[in-house]
């Protein structure tokens, strides 16, 4: 029971450190509101169960010993987090009222689900994360079942943690947007 709250204790503090995937699931609750944000997060928490998965059946350590996969999908995450950081500055500079509410409007759930999955999906430090995680509470002679439920603990917690994220900070938004 220790080793599964330590297992969890330590996947809290990996989920809720500032990155790429907290930042847009913040970034959507503040702008898209809460509904839309909890969709992304769910998606931002599919996209950590491949990872779990990739991590607890041992590829995780296949994937950090190849030199040349973890490069290519460094790469190719490299790439969606610049196009991600390309549009939002765009927006930025250029607020366009008619392309926000197109893009409003064209976005549905399973899109932004979609793009959360594929945010933690091309984050391959995120296999780092689970297999550091799980090895906090779990040992050489452990089980298939311990290994498992270290799995299911773990997401869990990614589960509550990007709900948390969507939750408290549109909280604000939805306040802000009451005022004005």
């Known amino acids: 029971m220790l080793s599964l709250f330590s297992i969890g204790l330590a996947f809290f503090v990996i989920a809720v450190s500032p990155g790429p995937a907290n ?4 970034t959507v609750a503040m702008s898209r509101g809460r509904k839309t ?3 992304f997060g769910a998606g931002l928490s599919t996209g950590l169960v491949f990872w779990g998965v990739i991590a607890a059946s041992g590829l995780g350590v ?3 010993s190849s030199i040349y996969l973890l490069m290519i999908l460094k790469v190719f ?3 969606y987090l610049l196009r991600l950081a390309f549009l939002s500055g765009r ?5 366009d009222k008619k392309s926000v509410q197109v893009e409003s409007n064209s ?4 899109g932004w689900f979609i793009k959360g999955v594929l ?3 091309s984050n391959p430090k995120t296999v780092i994360a689970w297999m550091a995680a ?3 509470g779990l040992g050489a002679n452990d089980s298939t079942t311990s290994l498992l439920l270290g799995v299911a603990v773990c997401i869990v917690v990614g589960f509550a943690t990007n709900a948390l994220y969507s939750i408290s900070v549109s909280y604000t938004h939805l306040r802000c947007r009451r005022r004005g």
């Open 23 to 26: 930042i847009s699931n913040a």
């Open 134 to 136: 799980l090895s906090v």
């Open 37 to 39: 944000s909890l969709v």
């Open 119 to 121: 945010l933690n999906i």
């Open 62 to 64: 296949i994937l950090q």
């Open 77 to 79: 995450g490299g790439l």
């Open 91 to 95: 927006d930025a500079i250029l607020p």
């Open 107 to 110: 976005k549905s759930n399973l």
